[in-house]
Every structure is written in structure tokens, then in C-alpha cells.
Nanobody, 123 residues
């Protein structure tokens, strides 16, 4: 059982930056960030292999968002720069069921989920 707790969300203006954190009870798993905007399906943002060697980004955030993980602190991060109103969503941290997995974009492959943190970007 992996427990995940996100933090760092808030209300910002377009062009601002925000850093999300996800504290995990253990961090030997492939991890990811997903987001869900109002009235839309949850979508992939970024994922990391268990050791951080591979990071995958959604096209919509590549170049603006940077994902990272610190296994020693059992924490993953999402640095979001140049935020846009369309980035407004609840952001979720997720972990795979098994340890030592590779990065991927498939929502169904992630078993453990945090409660989410709201990010709102005003224009």
C-alpha cells in the first residue's frame, strides 16, 4: 500500500509559476502526475521511471512543466512555469502497483492515487 499526499496547489495568474509536491509513504515505484479539468476526463501530465532515469511529458506541458523525484525524501515534484488558464485542474499524484516500473502514460497502469490538489490559473 502506497499513500500519496499532494500539496502546493493554489490560485495564480497566467504566466506565473507553481510547484506541486507529492509525499509518498514509499518511493520505489514508477510515478506520475495527472490532471482533471472541470467537465473533462483525467489526462496524463508527466511520469517517471522508478529510479528517475526516464521522464515522459504530455505535449501540452512539455517545455513549461518539469517533473522530478527525490527518492531519498520519498517525494515527487511538478514545477509548473508559464501557467495558462487551460492548466486549471485538480492535479493528482499516482504510483504504480508494483515496484521498479518504467515511465508510461497509461492511467490504468497506476494503482495508487492521492486526493488531488487544485490549481487555478486566472487570465
Amino acid at each position: 500500500q502506497v499513500q500519496l499526499v499532494e500539496s502546493g496547489g493554489g490560485l495564480v495568474q497566467a504566466g506565473d509559476s507553481l510547484r506541486l509536491s507529492c509525499a509518498a509513504s514509499e518511493l520505489s515505484h514508477a510515478m506520475a502526475w495527472f490532471r482533471q479539468a472541470p467537465g473533462k476526463e483525467r489526462e496524463f501530465v508527466v511520469s517517471f521511471s522508478w529510479n528517475g532515469d526516464t521522464t515522459l511529458y504530455a505535449d501540452s506541458v512539455e517545455g513549461r512543466f518539469t517533473g522530478s523525484r527525490d527518492n531519498a525524501k520519498s517525494t515527487v515534484y511538478l514545477q509548473m512555469n508559464d501557467l495558462k488558464p487551460e492548466d486549471t485542474a485538480v492535479y493528482y499524484c499516482a504510483a504504480e502497483r508494483s515496484r521498479y516500473g518504467m515511465a508510461h502514460r497509461l492511467e490504468y497502469g497506476f494503482h495508487y492515487w492521492g486526493q488531488g490538489t487544485q490549481v487555478t490559473v486566472s487570465s
